[in-house]
Antibody
Framework: VQLVESGGGLVQPGGSLRLSCAAS????????MNWVRQVPGKGLEWISF????????YYADSVKGRFTISRDNAKNSLYLEMDRLRDEDTAVYYC???????????????WGQGVLVTVSP | EIVLTQSPVTVSVSPGGRVTLSCRAS??????LVWYQQKLGQAPRLLIY???NRAPYIPGRFSGSGSGTDFTLTISKVEPEDFAVYYC??????????FGQGTRVDIK
């Protein structure tokens, strides 16, 4: 199992960024996926979930209405579109696979290496 | 939202020693609790699921227990590679999926 995030970088407050997560080594289309972030030196914060079929998405209140999770099962890829970025969105963003295929466990058995997003003027 | 409170914030233990970490939930989560280990500069790794089951390839010195609101993670015979931050996470009532704030295990 491999998850590789990309698309991070420096962005100004109010700007936008799109993160990608390339999955390999497993049947991506069978697993729900998540984004989890971590402010450097701080704890973990779950921010978004999407089912295998994309039918259902959930968001943390902190990002609801600004971030959009999506996936392309044909490309084995997960995405996070981030709009109206704020200083407090600065963090390492991880994509994480749900522990159970077909159903949902809401736990994370595989993680990417993370990508840093810095929101600063 | 279920709040998870971990204690202590930091604990020091000697290699070969035993350490117990605590995670308390603001309301019952049954046994829907997991533990992760995160080493510096790395992504978290799943250690324990359903409160007491070791994830694949996790050494037997890691054990979890508890149900309802009180949970513990015990590391017996701590190895040098066990020095890390440990997080609990609940999946009883979500969204949101919530984590504890973490406990750092340091070398004594």
């Amino acid at each position: 199992v491999q998850l590789v995030e990309s698309g991070g970088g420096l962005v100004q407050p109010g700007g936008s960024l799109r993160l990608s997560c390339a999955a390999s080594g497993f049947k991506f289309s069978l697993y729900s996926m998540n984004w989890v972030r971590q402010v450097p030196g701080k704890g973990l914060e779950w921010i978004s979930f999407i089912t295998a079929s994309s039918r259902t998405q959930y968001y943390a209140d902190s990002v609801k209405g600004r971030f959009t999770i999506s996936r392309d099962n044909a490309k084995n890829s997960l995405y996070l579109e981030m709009d109206r970025l704020r200083d407090e969105d600065t963090a390492v963003y991880y994509c994480a696979r749900d522990s159970t295929y077909i159903s949902v466990a809401a736990t994370f058995d595989s993680w990417g290496q993370g990508v840093l997003v810095t929101v600063s003027p | 939202e279920i709040v998870l409170t971990q204690s202590p914030v930091t604990v020091s233990v000697s290699p070969g020693g035993r350490v117990t970490l605590s995670c308390r939930a603001s309301q019952s989560v049954g046994t829907h609790l997991v533990w992760y280990q995160q080493k510096l500069g790395q992504a978290p790794r799943l250690l324990i699921y359903d409160a007491s089951n070791r994830a694949p390839y996790i050494p037997g010195r890691f054990s979890g227990s508890g149900s309802g609101t009180d949970f513990t993670l015990t590391i017996s015979k701590v190895e040098p590679e066990d020095f890390a931050v440990y997080y609990c996470q609940q999946y009883e009532n979500w969204p949101p999926i919530t984590f504890g704030q973490g406990t750092r295990v340091d070398i004594k």
